[in-house]
RNA sequence: GGGCGCUUAGCUCAGUUGGUUCAGAGCACUUGGUUUACACCCAAGGGGUCGGGGGUUCGAAUCCCUCAGCGCCCACCA
């Protein structure tokens, strides 16, 4: 049979995949064994798979496949999320494109669209994570607006309510016009724009004065309500208890006096429009000053705004200004840079908007959570997260969990009468009916008198109970699943969505179930391109997730990622690190040709050499499995994929077989074969988790295997005595080699020609028999004294000689002075540190003989050159 | 404005409590190579004053101070 020498990873993923899942090895239900659970950052429903994902998800399958072979009941939960506000802007979006405006067609036919949307595109990126080998348990696959799930999120609500814990405020919030929605406090991101301070005159009541405010929103004049000052600003005294008139509107508004203004700041003078600035709201507050909202949901002037009316706020800003400096009123323009608040979501600069919105009181629920994490009961990797968690939670605020918006679980939260004010809040509208029954003692009310609230929950308001809602913890707090799964283990996640998601799980937890949510939470890096700027979708710079798994592999890809990918770094992404774990891919492949072309013969006696090699790589092999595990239980996930790359690149290929491989034309005996297998099916057992495909593919390839012996399944190694004598005459062998093998390139000697190796006394460390292979050495000898036309070397302190008939010998003595000179240079160093009667006072005694060895080697070291040296 | 973190080879990063010849790894690079698994390869090799300055110590990439640069998070300042 003619194996390809080239890996086509195309050829097996798919027929792998389908061998998992036909056997439904993804597949957990409770038993005796010891859960191991990881519930998936559930993405976008109708996004597509991009970097992040890629990373995210490799990092969580490599943990999942890992523990399923370690014993664990291995438990990934995948799902979606609906994205509220995601998700209904691309409906909008393609309603538009129709000529449809949402308003026109209503709620009813609107939420039709998007759930057309949603199936049409839903899904496509689970099915994407399947290309990728996730090794998800998709029985259990959930959807937020799942009827369990909505349910969930309802009766939380419900409770936290009757708890008093979220309440309904008319306050300043966030308002997204682009959207037409409000935002919260983490969904607006502050961005630094360059503007200007516009100082503009209002003229004081039945005076001559002026009095000059500074703002960088002219617009709001219409909108101005007082003018306020220091109440000891001196140079203002003479307009305590006048007025002063806005100008285009020529409204008269009072000049009040608070301790808030700043001295230093602006003009001194402050334009105080409360429905539009949270700070301006809280003087309104103070002084009982009137509220007045200027601007209609879309950012444009309502009636308010006059003859502007209509017209977009950045155009009004201009026109305003246009007018006020015409009319003489403005007093000067300088350029001023500021934060401006922007929606994470349209990018919208965000309207400061007072009204009517729900929100969750955060306080209470904050406190286990930060102590969970404090005490590292929740453990963030890497830990640098604790401050910014700790700081967050510490100072957190109310949470608005109202969005103006259809997509998403409705609040119920249902008014009857007249006012707003009577409100009930149940799981379903009957219920609702019961209580305003109970809360009115009228009868007479009917499901008509009801009117539920229009707005939505806030997505995060359903993915923070994720962890807890997909075991139905929610609606059946004591069933078996969630009992057996919750809590969690891991959490593998993007630093970007700490305060959003994170955090707000682990105050579910506790607040919900009196438990942390997970045990560990890993926070990746963020892909970057190659110039450092975070992929997105806006920026189009973010690969193509499915053509680079068709180029590179599903393994390749996965390999390529997670070498560059230490926790909380960020990660400059590259394609030529898909290539290179490609190139592992194929460099195993061949390995796995090369052990299957071997002719075995059962009569050959055990190759003597291999057995050495064999012993070995052993030992290499549980050294290595301890560093892998090592990094493992640290979640130094790219240093244990590089330590099982080198030791299966280097030491298993490199080395082992080299050893053990027969003469071109002889067979192997049986023994050495077999033992070569089982090493590197073990091999296999440490990739599966990075490699699954291939490693899965090679473990049947090597012998057939039943549904039950399948890799996935199969156990991971265990750690075994290490022999440390064996390894280090291994490193010494090595070194020898390598050195011969640098006298072979330098003298131009072809491997062919066998080398003649001579030494003064019998060194005692080195594998003779792997070294006389691997550089071809016919004799090895002992001799009396340093050959006269030879070259030497030494190992550690051991000097071998190899006679040669090339007559470059000043090449060699040259050579030999320079080490001469760096052995006395070093042996000066460190006689000069032992003759320091302080270091030899105060080092540890181990240092100090460790210095003292030292001496001596290079002593020894010295003398035997210069002896050469003078040979010459 | 406050807080946190980073700066080590061309690139991406390791470097546990100061102490083995400790200055490392992978990639990239240079040179040589048809050794019949693999050129997606093999072998050998070059490359860094550990951001600058100061200090503590017998000893500093590692601890302290300071300066510079970069990044992230938080914050309502006109």
């Not at 053509?547 to 390529?560: E, I, P, Q, S, T």
Request: net charge negative; hydrophobic share 40%.
């Amino acid at each position: 049979m003619s194996i390809p020498s080239k890996f086509t990873p195309s050829a097996i993923e798919q027929k792998w995949y389908e061998y998992w899942t036909e056997h439904n090895y993804f597949h957990s239900s409770p038993d005796a064994r010891k859960a191991y659970t990881i519930v998936i950052p559930p993405p976008n429903v109708t996004g597509v798979l991009h970097m992040g994902h890629l990373m995210n998800n490799t990092l969580q399958d490599v943990l999942i496949r890992r523990a399923r072979m370690r014993g664990f009941n291995a438990c990934w939960v995948p799902g979606t999320d609906h994205a509220s506000i995601a998700t209904e802007a691309k409906v909008v979006n393609k309603l538009k494109n129709e000529g449809i405006d949402k308003t026109d067609i209503g709620r009813e036919a609107f939420l039709e669209k998007a759930w057309d949307w949603t199936h049409e595109h839903g899904g496509i990126i689970l099915e994407q994570l399947k290309k990728l080998g996730c090794s998800c348990d998709w029985e259990r696959t959930k959807f937020t607006l799942d009827e369990d799930m909505s349910k969930s999120v309802i009766k939380v609500f419900v409770d936290l309510y009757e708890k008093g814990l979220i309440y309904r405020g008319f306050r300043m919030v966030h308002w997204d016009p682009e959207a037409q929605t409000t935002l919260s406090d983490e969904e607006v991101i502050y961005e630094e724009k360059q503007g200007n301070l516009y100082h503009i005159a209002y003229a004081v009541e039945n005076s001559d004065e002026k009095v000059v405010v500074a703002t960088t929103r002219p617009e709001t004049l219409f909108g101005d309500t007082a003018v306020a000052i220091h109440p000891n600003d001196e140079r203002y005294a003479n307009f305590h208890g006048k007025k002063a008139i806005v100008p285009l509107v020529n409204r008269v508004v009072p000049i009040i006096k608070d301790d808030y203004v700043s001295l230093e700041m602006g003009t001194g003078c402050l334009k105080v429009t409360p429905a539009h600035d949270e700070n301006d709201k809280m003087l309104g507050d103070k002084h009982k000053l009137e509220f007045i909202d200027i601007f209609n949901s879309d950012g444009s002037l309502n009636h308010q705004g006059l003859h502007f009316e209509g017209q977009d706020r950045f155009a009004v800003r201009k026109a305003v200004v246009k007018e006020l400096k015409t009319n003489g009123s403005l007093i000067k323009v300088t350029p001023h840079t500021h934060k401006v608040g922007t929606s994470e979501r349209t990018k919208a600069v965000v309207e400061p908007r007072l009204s009517d919105q729900w929100f969750l009181r955060m306080e209470s629920l904050a406190k286990p959570a930060i102590d969970a994490v404090e005490n590292e009961d929740v453990q963030l990797v890497p830990k640098k997260f604790i401050n910014t968690y700790r700081h967050w939670m510490n100072n957190i605020r109310d949470w608005n969990i109202s969005r103006q918006l259809w997509w998403g679980h409705q609040i119920p939260a249902y008014y009857y009468g007249t006012h707003n004010e009577n409100v009930v809040v149940a799981d379903t509208k009957q219920e609702a009916l019961e209580k305003a029954k109970k809360k009115t003692s009228n009868n007479t009310l009917t499901l008509e008198d009801l009117t539920q609230d229009e707005d939505v929950l806030d997505t995060w308001f359903s993915s923070w109970l994720w962890p807890i809602s997909v075991f139905n913890g929610i609606l059946e707090p004591e069933n078996k699943e969630v009992s057996y799964y919750y809590p969690t283990q891991e959490l593998v996640t993007g630093p970007d969505i700490l305060f959003f998601w994170v955090a707000r799980m682990i105050m579910s937890g506790y607040a919900l179930r009196n438990e942390k949510p997970f045990s560990h939470v890993y926070l990746t890096g963020l892909v970057r391109d190659s110039q450092g700027r975070k992929m997105s979708k806006q920026l189009g710079n973010s690969p193509d997730a499915i053509k680079l798994m068709d180029m590179y592999g599903a393994d390749g890809v996965r390999v390529g990622l997670l070498l560059s990918a230490a926790a909380g770094n960020d990660l400059l992404f590259d394609e030529n690190l898909c290539q290179q774990g490609k190139n592992f891919a194929n460099k195993i492949w061949n390995a796995f040709r090369l052990v299957q072309s071997w002719n075995v013969d059962e009569n050959l006696s055990v190759c003597k050499t291999a057995a050495v090699g064999l012993d070995w790589y052993t030992a290499k092999f549980q050294q290595t499995l301890a560093t892998i595990d090592d990094h493992f239980s640290k979640y130094r996930i790219s240093d244990a994929l590089m330590s099982t790359y080198k030791l299966i690149w280097d030491d298993f290929c490199s080395w082992l077989l080299e050893i053990v491989k027969p003469a071109y034309g002889a067979s192997i005996d049986a023994e050495t074969y077999q033992k070569v297998c089982v090493l590197f099916e073990d091999n296999l057992r440490l990739l599966h988790p990075f490699m699954p495909f291939l490693s899965e593919e090679l473990w049947h390839a090597f012998t057939p295997r039943t549904k039950e012996e399948a890799l996935i399944v199969s156990s991971w190694p265990t750690q075994q005595d290490i022999d440390i004598e064996l390894l280090d005459k291994f490193d010494y062998s090595a070194e020898l080699i390598s050195q011969l093998r640098t006298i072979r390139k330098k003298q131009n000697i072809a491997f062919k020609e066998p080398i003649h190796l001579l030494e003064t006394s019998e060194d005692k460390i080195s594998l003779r028999l792997i070294v006389q292979k691997l550089v071809n050495i016919s004799l090895w000898d002992l001799t009396d004294a340093a050959p006269e036309q030879s070259l030497s070397f030494r190992v550690n302190a051991h000097e071998y000689f190899v006679p040669v008939t090339a007559s470059n010998l000043e090449e060699e003595r040259s050579k030999m002075e320079e080490e001469l000179s760096y052995q006395e240079g070093f042996l000066k160093s460190v006689q000069k540190k032992l003759s320091n009667e302080r270091f030899v006072a105060n080092a540890p005694e181990q240092v100090v003989d460790l210095e003292r060895k030292k001496a001596a080697d290079a002593e020894e070291k010295i003398a035997t050159l210069k002896s050469r040296l003078n040979a010459f």
